[in-house]
C-alpha cells in the first residue's frame, strides 16, 4: 500500500520512524535465553506502573502482564482467565463397557462441577460497539455456566450509572465489564468508570476495563478508579506495532486467576511470577518489546514524569481538531448538552453530512492522500473519526488534513 499524505485512523497510529529504523539494526537473540529481554519487560512494567497510577496495587500484590499479540490477546485472555470453566476432570475407578479403555482402573473423566461451584455472573456495561459488544465476547464462550446482564445506553448518550450501579447492588455480578473509551464513537467514559469501579469495590465483583483507546493519551488510574483487569494495547497512544498487549492485574484478581488456573496461550496465569523465575511462558516479541520501553522512556519518562504535558498536548489537538470540524459546519458527534464532556483527546468522531455517505466522502478524501476511520455497528454510516493519539497527537499533521477536509466539504457542498 503506497503511504499516504495524511493517516489520522484512530489505530493502529502511525509507528515513528526511528522505530523502523531501531527495529532494523537492532539484534534480537532468543529472549527466552537472553537476561537483557527480561530486563526490558520489567522497565516496561516499571514505566507503566507510574504511567497508570498502578502503585498502590503493586504494593498489595498486584502486577502488569505483558503478552505477544494484538490487544484482543488480552481482552480474551482476561475473560478465560477469571471466569471458571464448568468441567473437571474426577477419577473414576471404572469406564463403561462400551468406553475405549473399557475396565481399565484409574481412569480420568470429564464431569460437570456442581451449579452452585461454577454459576458465574457478567454485567456488561455499555454505549458504543465494544463496550456493548462485550455481552457477545462472553455469551460466545459457550460456557453453561455464565448469566448475563446488560446495562446498555444509545450509543449517542452517557452510560447509564446510575442503572449500573444498582445492577451491582441488586443482581451482585461476579465480574462486570466497560470500555473507558469506546473508540468507534470516540466516547470518554471516565466518569462512569469511576464510579462504577467504586461500587465494584464494595462488592465481590472484579471490575474489568478497556483502556485500549485512552491510555497514553489521557489520565488513566488504575487502582483509584479499583480496576482488577486493565487493558491496553501496544498500538493506540504508544504508537508501537500491533504487537502486544498489556494487562493490569489487581491481587483480587490473581486471586481468581489462581483458582480458575486457565492456562492457554492468552492466559494471564503463566505470567504471574515471570519476574521473580527469569522465565517467560513463551518465546517474547523482543523487539516489541524494546520498541514500547523506547516510547515509554522517551515521551512519558521512565517515571511518567513527562505524561502531564503529553495529554496536555493531547487535549490541546483534539481541542483545535473539534473547533475546525465546527466552523467547516460539520456536527460533532458528541455536541448535545450534557454530553460534549465525553469527547476524548484522543479521537473525535463526527457526524457524516445527510448530502453524502462515509463511503463516498472516504473516497473523496483518499484522492487527495487523507484516511480517518469510519465507524462500526450501529454507526457505520453515520460517523467518521480523526484519529489524533500518540504519534498523531500533531497540531501540523492535523491542520493539514482538516485543511484537505474543508476542501472537500466546500468543493462538494457538504454543508
Not at 493539514?400 to 457538504?414: H, M, N, S
Request: net charge negative.
Amino acid at each position: 500500500m503506497e503511504a499516504p499524505k495524511a493517516s489520522f485512523v484512530p489505530g493502529p497510529t502511525v509507528v515513528p520512524r526511528y522505530l523502523h529504523e531501531r527495529y532494523a539494526s537492532t539484534f534480537y537473540g532468543s529472549g527466552d535465553l537472553q537476561p537483557e529481554c527480561m530486563q526490558t519487560y520489567r522497565d516496561c512494567c516499571a514505566s507503566l506502573e507510574h504511567l497508570l497510577s498502578f502503585q498502590d496495587e503493586k504494593r498489595q500484590g498486584g502486577s502488569i502482564v505483558i503478552m505477544s499479540g494484538e490487544g484482543m490477546v488480552g481482552l480474551w485472555g482476561g475473560l478465560k482467565s477469571v471466569i471458571p470453566w464448568p468441567f473437571r476432570y474426577e477419577h473414576s475407578e471404572t469406564l463403561p463397557s462400551d468406553s475405549e479403555g473399557a475396565g481399565s482402573e484409574g481412569q480420568q473423566v470429564l464431569g460437570a462441577v456442581p451449579e452452585s461451584e461454577a454459576r458465574y455472573k457478567v454485567l456488561c456495561i455499555g454505549n458504543g460497539v465494544y463496550g456493548c459488544g462485550m455481552a457477545d465476547m462472553v455469551k460466545s464462550l459457550r460456557y453453561p455456566n455464565i448469566e448475563v446482564q446488560t446495562v446498555d445506553s444509545e450509543w449517542d448518550r452517557p452510560v447509564d450509572v446510575k442503572r449500573a450501579i444498582q445492577s451491582i447492588e441488586v443482581w451482585k455480578p461476579d465480574l462486570v465489564t466497560i470500555v473507558h473509551c469506546d473508540t468507534p464513537t470516540g466516547a470518554l467514559n471516565t466518569e462512569a468508570v469511576n464510579a462504577i469501579g467504586k461500587a465494584c469495590s464494595q462488592s465481590d465483583a472484579l471490575f474489568y476495563v478497556d483502556v485500549v483507546s485512552s491510555a497514553g493519551a489521557v489520565p488513566v488510574d488504575i487502582s483509584g478508579w479499583n480496576i482488577d483487569i486493565g487493558l491496553l494495547g501496544s498500538q493506540k497512544a504508544f504508537s508501537c506495532e500491533p504487537s502486544l498487549a498489556i494487562v493490569t492485574v489487581s491481587a483480587k484478581a490473581w486471586k481468581q486467576i489462581e483458582k480458575v488456573a486457565y492456562t492457554g496461550y492468552d492466559a494471564l496465569l503463566p505470567f504471574k511470577d515471570i519476574e521473580k523465575g527469569n522465565m517467560f511462558p513463551y518465546t517474547p516479541l523482543w523487539s516489541g518489546l524494546d520498541a514500547l520501553n523506547v516510547q515509554l522512556k522517551t515521551i512519558f519518562g521512565a517515571k511518567a514524569q513527562l505524561a502531564q504535558s503529553v495529554y496536555e498536548k493531547h487535549e490541546a489537538v483534539a481541542k483545535y481538531c473539534r473547533e475546525r470540524v465546527q466552523k467547516m459546519g460539520l456536527t460533532l458527534w458528541w455536541d448535545q448538552d450534557g454530553t460534549r464532556s465525553l469527547n476524548s483527546a484522543s479521537v473525535t468522531a463526527i457526524r457524516v453530512p445527510k448530502s453524502t455517505t462515509w463511503e463516498q466522502l472516504d473516497m473523496k478524501l483518499r484522492k487527495e492522500g487523507v484516511l480517518f476511520g469510519g465507524s462500526y455497528g450501529h454507526t457505520t454510516n453515520a460517523l467518521f473519526r480523526i484519529g489524533h493519539m500518540g504519534s498523531q497527537a500533531d497540531l501540523e499533521g492535523v491542520t493539514y488534513a482538516l485543511d484537505v477536509l474543508e476542501k472537500v466539504v466546500r468543493q462538494e457542498g457538504l454543508v
